[in-house]
């Protein structure tokens, strides 16, 4: 198989392809911290800035299961709201309702006020889910117009692809990554956009 891609223009690439295929809640992931930035999973945010704020009295704090807390868990967010900032506390409740141990990573874009927090398990917290969320989010990665090829047949030239479809991809080598999408044994032709 032939895989032709040509670059989608910068100004009209779309993520929401692979935001729909990449779950944050059911991933877990969290994205918060700029206010001048959207959250991810504001509803959890939500939840942990009534927790942080009424952390003192004793109302039920509950897990993702809908389980309360046990008074060790309560107890060790008592003592993260007490001594942190939001943030950090936010690290430790999310472990909590989650169940799992959580980290902390900043995430960016291409401008100066383009960061936010991302909050991850760390099982997943490696560099490709990172990559990953911040291209989802801040749409640094590309968009490619894909045209799979059968045969003997060719192209050579861009404007060749026009029944293609689109997809996005995020990683540091992109023909990498359309191989491992779409097949090892493929042979790959890029064009990138250009100005």
Do not use: H
Not at 55 to 69: R, V
Request: proline share 2%; net charge negative.
């Amino acid at each position: 198989m032939k895989i032709y891609a040509k670059q989608i223009a910068p100004e009209f690439q779309d993520p929401t392809s692979i935001y729909v295929n990449f779950d944050f809640e059911n991933l877990g992931i969290v994205v918060t911290g700029n206010d001048c930035m959207l959250d991810i999973n504001k509803n959890i945010v939500e939840r942990a800035k009534e927790a942080y704020d009424n952390i003192e009295e004793d109302s039920a704090i509950f897990n993702k299961k809908g389980e309360s807390l046990s008074e060790e868990q309560i107890s060790i967010l008592r003592k993260s709201a007490q001594e942190n900032r939001f943030e950090d506390f936010l690290v430790d409740y999310l472990s909590a309702y989650f169940s799992e141990e959580y980290e902390q990573y900043r995430i960016n874009g291409c401008c100066q006020r383009e960061w936010n927090y991302a909050y991850m398990p760390k099982r997943i917290a490696d560099a490709y889910y990172l990559r990953l969320t911040e291209a989802v989010y801040f749409n640094t990665g590309i968009e490619l117009e894909i045209l799979e090829l059968e045969g003997d047949e060719e192209i050579d030239d861009p404007s060749q692809i026009e029944d293609g479809y689109r997809d996005y991809f995020v990683g540091d080598n992109l023909e990498n990554e359309i191989k491992e999408r779409y097949g090892e044994n493929c042979e790959v032709t890029i064009w990138m956009f250009d100005d």
